[in-house]
Structure formats: C-alpha cells, structure tokens
C-alpha cells in the first residue's frame, strides 16, 4: 500500500462508491428490512419453541407464527374499517336524504369540568341547527376531514410495512442459526473477541422493549377495551386505540381515559360510574409495576438506559427509534462501562 498509493486511492474510491450505490439502492427498503429484524429477533425465541414442537420443521414453524400474528392485526382493522365505513355510509345516505339529525345533549354535560359548557352549547347548536353550522364551520370541516384521511393514510401504509416485515422477518427465523455466524464475524472484525457479547446485548435489549413497552402497552389496550365494551362506552374499539398509542410514546394512558370516565358519570349511575373510574386508574396505572419487571428481567445494562433509549430513539426517528434508540444507548452504556472498568476492548486490525 505504500509503494502504490495511486492504487489503494482508486480502490478505496471504488469500494465507497459500491457501498453509496448499495445505500442509496436498498434505501426505499431499510424500514421494512429494520423491522423485519426487530420482530424476527424479538419471536425468536416463541419460533424456537413451536419449532421444537414440530420436531424442527422450521418452515412450517414460521409459516403457523407468521399467519397467527397477522390474523391478529388484520381481523381487528378490518372489523374497524367495515365499522367505521358502514357509519359513514349512513351519515352520507341521511345527509342526502335530509333525515341527518344529532340527538340533543343531555343536562349533566354542562357539569364537565372546564369543557362542559363550551361542549354543551356547540352539541346543542348542532342538534339543532346543523346546516347552519355546517356553512358557517366550512373550512374547519374540510381541514378536519383531510387530517383524518390523511391519518387513514398512514395507518395503512403502516399497516403495508408491518405485514412485508413479518413475511421477511418469517424467513429471517428459519435462518437464524446462519445469520448469529455471521454477525459474530462481523462484530469480531469490528470490536475483537468482545464483538458476540455486543450482539447479545442488542438482542437482549430489543426482547427487553417488545415485552416491557409494547407488550405492556397491548396488555393495557386490551383491558381498556374490556372495560369500554362492558361500560358501553361509544367506539370502544377506537378509545383502545388511543389508549395503545399513548403508551407506546409513553404519555400516561389515564389522560385518553378521562373523556370515557365523564361520559360515565353523565349517562351511567353513580355507582357504575365509580366502579368503571376506579377500573380505568388501574388499567392506566399498570404500566408502573408491569414495566420494571418485564425491562429488567435478563439484561445487563439498566433499564433506565433502556427508557430513555427507547423515548430518545422515538423523538428522532418516529416509532422504529423505539428499539433503535434503544439498542444504540445500551451498547454505548456497555462501552462505556468496559472503558470505565479499565477493561481492554480489542480491536481487529484485519488483514
């Protein structure tokens, strides 16, 4: 290299041009290929189990997982887009008609605290003089409904990566004894001999946020909506869906639950009312004994690490920063710790 630096120059020019180009080629595909990951990492171990029970027939395995998972996730947005498509439809069909009428609020919503009257006054006006408000509120209208489809929008492109994800991520668990090799080769030729001891970390440290943020969330959503559909609450199903997104960001699911709690107390008897209340603040509460015990279990590196990894990652890179973030702040709390230690990190220097 030093007698023809010409040549090491043009090859390393070439290398990072390969590289760019392979970048800027499977660019449109990393979020899917990211998730794939995140999820074939974190079913890993339920793969391995019903692998076992199918005497290793790992294709068959994969292909029982992956179809349960996304029986899971399609049945319940299709049951809520036939429901939301079907009320739609009857509020087009009335307004055509001239039958679109709103039914008048009752008098126990002006004792909402702080938005009662306000809330009161705009249902009254609109129970009564709803083409009036409709002219005057125009504007805000068609803004209010292009916010909504282009939410629509998202949740079903987010719904489109989800469902490519887990297909790739079914085909990455059948090869996952192949890929642990490689990746102990690479974080070898990177780190030294300490390379596998980083790739556990990761591993560990993206099962630690499946089951202490989102597992916790699901398990708070499905409560939640245990307790709207037995409360009769109006679109239980979509209040569950609050309650899940705000867990998952982190946001105290308690605050979605209020507008459920006042409806409770405005159309239910007092002691329904409390008992639901009552429900809501543990179901909302859950996550403070759920979360310490589930992100703690089989790690190394603290789990406040891991929290502020999975909130910082999210702030910068939107939801997949949940397990990026993550994973990038617990392998540097692992440096760190190996350089406070005064433990020497071997570095390959390659051929």
Not at 66 to 86: D, E, K
Not at 131 to 154: E, M, N, S, V
Not at 295 to 317: C, E, F, Q, T
């Amino acid at each position: 290299m030093e007698n023809r630096p010409i040549d090491t120059f043009l090859r390393i020019t070439l290398i990072s041009i390969l590289l760019v180009w392979c970048f800027l080629i499977a660019r449109p595909f990393l979020v899917i290929i990211m998730w794939a990951l995140i999820i074939s990492v974190a079913l890993q171990p339920l793969f391995d189990r019903i692998s076992k029970r199918l005497k290793g027939k790992k294709l068959l395995a994969s292909v029982l997982l992956v179809g349960v998972i996304l029986m899971g996730i399609i049945l319940p947005v299709a049951i809520v887009s036939t429901s939301i498509t079907r009320s739609a439809k009857a509020v087009i069909q009335d307004a055509k008609e001239g039958s679109l009428a709103i039914t008048p609020p009752s008098e126990k919503v002006k004792e909402w605290p702080v938005v009662g009257k306000r809330v009161f006054d705009t249902w009254s006006e609109l129970s009564t003089n709803l083409d009036t408000y409709l002219q005057d509120h125009l504007p805000d209208a068609r803004g209010l409904i292009l916010k909504i489809f282009g939410f629509i929008g998202d949740m079903l492109m987010a719904l489109g990566i989800t469902v490519m994800s887990l297909l790739i991520a079914g085909y990455m668990m059948t090869r996952a004894d192949s890929a642990r090799i490689t990746s102990d080769r690479i974080s070898k030729l990177i780190i030294g001999e300490k390379g596998p001891e980083f790739i556990d970390i990761a591993r560990d440290t993206i099962r630690s946020v499946v089951k202490g943020i989102l597992l916790v969330s699901l398990i708070q959503a499905i409560l939640a909506y245990a307790g709207f559909a037995i409360a009769g609450i109006p679109a239980a199903g979509l209040w569950a869906a609050g309650v899940l997104l705000l867990a998952i960001i982190q946001i105290p699911p308690t605050l979605i639950m209020i507008p459920p709690i006042i409806y409770m107390f405005s159309n239910a008897s007092t002691t329904g009312a409390i008992v639901f209340m009552i429900y809501s603040l543990v179901v909302g509460g859950a996550d403070n004994f759920l979360k310490p015990a589930l992100l703690d279990r089989g790690l190394k590196v603290p789990s406040l690490v891991i929290l502020i990894g999975a909130l910082g990652g999210m702030l910068l890179h939107g939801i997949i920063g949940l397990f990026v973030g993550a994973v990038v702040l617990a392998v540097g709390f692992q440096l760190y710790s190996e350089w406070l230690t005064g433990e020497k990190i071997e570095v390959s220097e390659g051929d």
